[in-house]
T-cell receptor, first 114, second 112 residues
Framework: DAGVTQSPTHLIKTRGQQVTLRCSPK?????VSWYQQALGQGPQFIFQ???????QRGNFPDRFSGHQFPNYSSELNVNALLLGDSALYLC?????????????FGPGTRLLVL | GNSVTQMEGPVTLSEEAFLTINCTYT??????LFWYVQYPGEGLQLLLK?????DKGSNKGFEATYRKETTSFHLEKGSVQVSDSAVYFC???????????FGAGTRLFVKA
């Protein structure tokens, strides 16, 4: 059983560009959350998707948007990239409504903005 | 708002030493508490959890007890190994909440 997978593993962009990150949840999971982990910091919640809708959002600007597909996979889009967007982006999947106890994390996508 | 505070690192220990990483939290109600571990170049792995006061979570020799009276969830291990070298994150999720709130992480180095 594959766990949570993310692509790409690494990405380099320049300021002002746009980026799309992808996540496939663990088999049987229907909820996907995205986190940003800056260097030396703990992960910060960006948003969560359930039933193809954004269920909750953290303190991130509208430049950060997402999508969930019918097969539960998800994308994170960031527009107008800033240097401060450089971070490890983690996807986590879980099952059901508000259940944080069975949350599994992917290996992350490391984004560098130059 | 809800938050997690954990001791700053890095923590450097010799193999077989006793480990304590302190974690305190601020939250309304009764949150669930977690310890996650992040090995170099990898994502987060759930190490242990506790969902109500006085619960003890344990896994791989690590333990933490949910202390409501002191709002703490300290991580302990009686004898660390070199392979325990990693970053450890204390975290909470509020009742009915959708997100997990993490501390800043504590890096542990274990020397042979």
């Amino acid at each position: 059983d594959a766990g949570v997978t993310q692509s790409p593993t690494h990405l380099i962009k320049t300021r002002g560009q746009q980026v799309t990150l992808r996540c496939s949840p663990k088999s049987g999971h229907d909820t996907v959350s995205w986190y940003q982990q800056a260097l030396g910091q703990g992960p910060q919640f960006i948003f969560q998707y359930y039933e193809e809708e954004e269920r909750q959002r953290g303190n991130f600007p509208d430049r950060f948007s997402g999508h969930q597909f019918p097969n539960y996979s998800s994308e994170l889009n960031v527009n107008a990239l800033l240097l401060g967007d450089s971070a490890l982006y983690l996807c986590a999947s879980s099952y059901g409504f508000g259940d944080q106890e069975t949350q599994y994390f992917g290996p992350g996508t490391r984004l560098l903005v130059l | 708002g809800n938050s997690v505070t954990q001791m700053e690192g890095p923590v450097t220990l010799s193999e077989e030493a006793f480990l304590t990483i302190n974690c305190t939290y601020t939250a309304t109600g009764y949150p669930s508490l977690f310890w996650y571990v992040q090995y170099p170049g990898e994502g987060l792995q759930l190490l242990l959890k506790a969902t109500k006061a006085d619960d003890k979570g344990s896994n791989k020799g690590f333990e933490a007890t949910y202390r409501k009276e002191t709002t703490s969830f300290h991580l302990e291990k009686g004898s660390v190994q070199v392979s325990d070298s990693a970053v450890y994150f204390c975290a909470l999720s509020a009742p009915g909440g959708f997100k997990t709130i993490f501390g800043a992480g504590t890096r542990l180095f274990v020397k042979a």
